[in-house]
Structures are given as structure tokens and as C-alpha cells.
């Protein structure tokens, strides 16, 4: 059966700085999907990214970076120049191939000081 | 473009009572979703739709839970009899499949005392 593991419940850190945000994920299949949400205060589950299996790309979006390494299963998140607006739950999660569903981890309640 | 529509937003009930919530899906997405969220934890996937059939209900309490989704569109998830357990918050989603990226509502937060 599928796993994430977050780590991280709990950052805290003052704004400009740069955060990483830590997932594990424990998967059988050798087609996958790995995905990152935010839920701010509002409770809406906003969608960042969607990575498949099969493209270990790094991606960058404006302040925002992904490392994937299947290596070590992991599938890392990046905030640079953090700022108060970042301040949320962040998810990461995976789905398999022959199923939509997303398993879910724990989630990293993200705190960002001005 | 109009996102996932859920109502109501809050319910309080006692236990031992049934609750509905309903669901209004993005246009065009065949896939919907349920999910329950424990203060503290990641969503948990009840019951997955593809259009009007169920693919995935391996997770939902068939004993008190069951779900619809008539004419492959809105959907309901009902609750009988609630327990404590039960307070979470119950999130609806779609998508168009295939893997892709689902997108959430804001949930309806379910208080049972």
C-alpha cells in the first residue's frame, strides 16, 4: 500500500528566508503521481504541482522549486524569500497509476514571522 | 470558471442523528471525490466516482456512510447514525482523471456532540 511521511509538523521561520518542506513516499507501482497542495487559514485545499514518475525534472515556479529523487523517494518542497502570505498547511500527496485517489501525508504547518 | 460548490459549510449534530452534505462538482469533470479530514491530518479518501459509478469505496464505513452520484453530476454523502468519531471536515474534489490534478471545495465542517 501507498505511504507519505511528512516529517514536519511543525516550521516556523522568520520572512526572506528560505524553507524546505520534506516528503517521503512509499509506493509498490513503478507509475506514480506525486502532488503538493496548500490549505491556508480559509481551509481550501489549493493546488502547486503534479510530478509522474517518470520525469525527475526539478521544477521552478517564481519563488517556489521541487526536488524529486526516486532515488531516496523523496519529492522535496522549496520556498525562497519565504513572505507571510506563505503562511499555511502544505500537503504532499500520491496517487498510483491504476488509481486517481490521493493518499495523503500528515502535513507541514508552515509559519512564516515578519 | 466556477470551482467545487459544497453546502452547507458547518453542521452540528448529536449523535445517534444522519447528515447530508452535497457536492457540485467542476464542469466537464468526470471524476469526484470524497475525502475526510481530521483536525490535525491529512485528507483521507471515502469514496471515489467516475462519472455515476463507484471505482474506489475501499475506505468509506459502508455500515453508516454511503454516497451517490446521480446522472454522473452532483453527488451526496450521508451519514446514519453519526458518531463523535465523525467530526471531521468532508471535502468534495474532481477532476478530469487520468492522474490529473483534482481540485478541492472549501468543505463542510461536521460537529457531532
Known amino acids: 500500500a501507498q505511504k507519505v511521511t511528512q516529517a514536519q509538523t511543525e516550521i516556523s521561520v522568520v520572512e526572506k528566508e528560505d524553507v524546505t518542506l520534506d516528503c517521503v513516499y512509499e509506493t509498490r507501482d513503478t507509475t506514480y503521481y506525486l502532488f503538493w497542495y496548500k490549505q491556508p487559514p480559509s481551509g481550501e485545499l489549493v493546488f502547486l504541482i503534479r510530478?509522474?514518475?517518470?520525469?525527475?525534472q526539478n521544477e521552478i515556479s517564481g519563488r517556489y522549486s521541487w526536488n524529486f529523487q526516486k532515488s531516496t523517494s523523496s519529492f522535496n518542497f522549496t520556498i525562497t524569500a519565504s513572505q507571510v502570505v506563505d503562511s499555511a498547511v502544505y500537503f504532499c500527496a500520491l496517487s498510483e497509476g491504476g488509481a486517481d485517489g490521493l493518499t495523503f501525508g500528515k502535513g507541514t504547518h508552515l509559519i512564516i514571522q515578519p | 470558471e466556477a470551482g467545487v460548490a459544497q453546502s452547507p459549510r458547518y453542521k452540528i449534530i448529536e449523535k445517534r442523528q444522519s447528515v447530508a452534505f452535497w457536492c457540485n462538482p467542476i464542469s466537464g469533470h468526470a471524476t469526484l471525490y470524497w475525502y475526510q479530514q481530521i483536525l490535525g491530518q491529512g485528507p483521507k479518501l471515502l469514496i471515489q466516482f467516475q462519472n455515476n459509478g463507484v471505482v474506489d469505496d475501499s475506505q468509506l464505513p459502508k455500515d453508516r456512510f454511503s454516497a451517490e452520484r446521480l446522472k454522473g453530476v452532483d453527488s451526496t454523502l450521508k451519514i446514519q447514525p453519526a458518531k463523535l468519531e465523525d467530526s471531521a471536515v468532508y471535502l468534495c474534489?474532481?477532476?478530469?482523471?487520468?492522474?490529473?490534478?483534482?481540485?478541492f471545495g472549501q468543505g463542510t465542517r461536521l460537529t457531532v456532540v
Open positions: 510530478r509522474n514518475s517518470f520525469d525527475e
Open positions: 474534489a474532481s477532476s478530469l482523471g487520468g492522474n490529473t490534478e483534482a481540485f
